[in-house]
């Protein structure tokens, strides 16, 4: 017999009879299916890393030419960038499902931003990165930038501290604005770069418009589920 079934008593008239009726789903099976796949997504979430760290190699060091040399800082800067934001997508997606978790993909979306964010000290210079820079300053936009993006990781922190008290649409909304927000972050000082594809390494898109891509993306989703969820009403 299988051991989701079992055999449940009752009496009717004077006679006992038997049903099936569902066993109830014991607390350690529950852990260890929910322990299995926090472990799953870990490992998705260092696939997404891997797959963002190839994919900056690819364009920057073999394509555009970057200088191996610069491959520990600026190559990886960028994946861990692109990443957070990937991570945090997929959290978001994960958080609507209510059965299941999303915090082992915000803890690495975490640690990617925060990391991201302490090795672009060093990197905010006219040598990696002359855009950002006019007359040895920074310019108006990458100023806006900037502080778009510590904005940014003072959400993150707020809802890693206070996510256990949020309602869970909150949550999600949260995170779907913070994603958002991540990916103008990214686009502001490069859009001009995006409508010479002819000039893209080997074809491939800035990492900067895939993370506007897919903050957008993200954002979309939720207004068009928002606004359908209030048309049914």
Do not use: C
Not at 9 to 23: L, N
Not at 157 to 168: F, I, K, P, Q, T
Not at 184 to 191: E, F, G, I, K, N
């Amino acid at each position: 017999m299988p051991d989701f079934l079992t055999l449940s008593p009752f009496v009717e008239a004077d006679s006992r009879t038997y049903s099936f009726q569902p066993r109830e789903t014991s607390r350690h099976s529950r852990q260890a299916r929910w322990r299995w796949s926090a472990i799953g997504d870990h490992w998705r979430a260092a696939a997404l890393l891997g797959f963002a760290l190839g994919y900056a190699t690819l364009r920057y060091n073999v394509l555009k030419g970057v200088p191996w040399a610069d491959w520990p800082a600026y190559t990886v800067n960028k994946a861990l960038a692109v990443g957070s934001l990937i991570l945090m997508v997929a959290a978001v997606f994960r958080l609507r499902q209510p059965a299941r978790s999303g915090t082992p993909f915000l803890i690495w979306a975490g640690a990617l931003a925060l990391t991201h964010s302490l090795l672009s000290f060093p990197l905010l210079n006219p040598i990696y990165y002359p855009r950002l820079f006019e007359s040895g300053k920074l310019t108006g936009i990458a100023g806006l930038s900037l502080t778009l993006g510590a904005l940014l990781m003072a959400g993150l922190e707020l809802g890693a501290r206070r996510a256990g008290v949020w309602s869970y649409g909150l949550r999600v909304r949260a995170l779907t604005l913070i994603a958002f927000g991540t990916g103008v972050h990214a686009a502001l000082p490069a859009v001009s770069t995006w409508f010479e594809p002819a000039k893209w390494p080997g074809g491939l898109p800035p990492l900067t418009l895939i993370s506007f891509l897919a903050g957008a993306l993200t954002l979309g989703i939720w207004l068009y589920q928002g606004l359908s969820r209030s048309a049914s009403r």
